[in-house]
């Protein structure tokens, strides 16, 4: 999963960038709400970590700006602890509120949870004939035995996963699981699902040839 993390405090970005990267996630930055904005608007993030207090633009208006053609959820963070500002928060389009400082623990759950939200998935835990996805401790178990995934490699099953029954393009995939700093003209894509194939069996991911891949539930049962 692709989050932008937009955050005018160095430490504050770099970290959570980094604590989101050993997490598995793909990460973008932005230290001011112009930068943001524009990143918003070119790419499709699974979540977007926003901070209010923005120098350019703050936090309300990228948050109101964006909302006017994208539907992407966000998760805004501030410093203020006022009712007033969390009903703002979430009355604005936001769909989570979350104060500072805070749990990096609660952080974590929290973007997980706005993930499978999003994805009209409400439990942690998807069955996918002997394949056990579970978004929370993020692992996959093929019956009762873990199977061993790199980060990437979890991160293209877990999306497809949540997208189950959809052909997803392998640019949609790209925009989803790959930062800035990857190169999209790689055959990263196909060197991933060819090793998630070997490990999950050759019929997980199925191809549809000019179109993208697809999991489906009914195949694998």
């Not at 009712?83 to 759950?109: C, H, I, M, Q, T």
């Not at 835990?125 to 790199?150: N, Q």
């Not at 003209?185 to 196909?190: G, P, T, V």
Request: proline content about 3%; hydrophobic content about 40%; some cysteine.
């Amino acid at each position: 999963m692709r989050v932008l993390v937009v955050e005018d405090e160095p430490r504050l970005r770099h970290n959570l960038a980094k604590i989101l990267r050993e997490e598995g996630y793909a990460v973008d930055e932005a230290a001011d709400g112009d930068e943001g904005y524009f990143k918003a608007e070119a790419y499709d993030y699974s979540v977007i970590v926003l901070d209010v207090m923005l120098p350019i633009m703050d936090g309300w208006q990228l948050l109101e700006k964006l909302r006017q053609t994208k539907t992407t959820p966000v998760l805004m963070l501030t410093a203020r602890d006022a009712f007033a500002d969390r009903v703002k928060g979430l009355d604005s389009g936001a769909d989570d509120y979350l104060v500072k400082p805070f749990d990096l623990a609660e952080l974590l759950a929290r973007i997980r949870a706005i993930i499978r939200r999003a994805a009209g998935q409400a439990q942690p835990v998807i069955l996918l004939g002997d394949v056990c996805v579970d978004t929370r401790a993020r692992e996959v178990r093929r019956g009762e035995e873990p199977v061993s995934l790199t980060a990437r490699e979890y991160a293209i099953v877990e999306y497809l996963s949540l997208n189950e029954g959809k052909v997803v393009s392998r640019t949609e995939l790209y925009d989803h699981l790959f930062d800035d700093t990857d190169d999209s003209m790689s055959n990263l894509l196909d060197v991933h699902i060819g090793n998630i194939r070997k490990k999950l069996g050759k019929t997980f991911i199925s191809t549809r040839r000019g179109l993208g891949y697809c999991i489906k539930r009914e195949a694998l049962t």
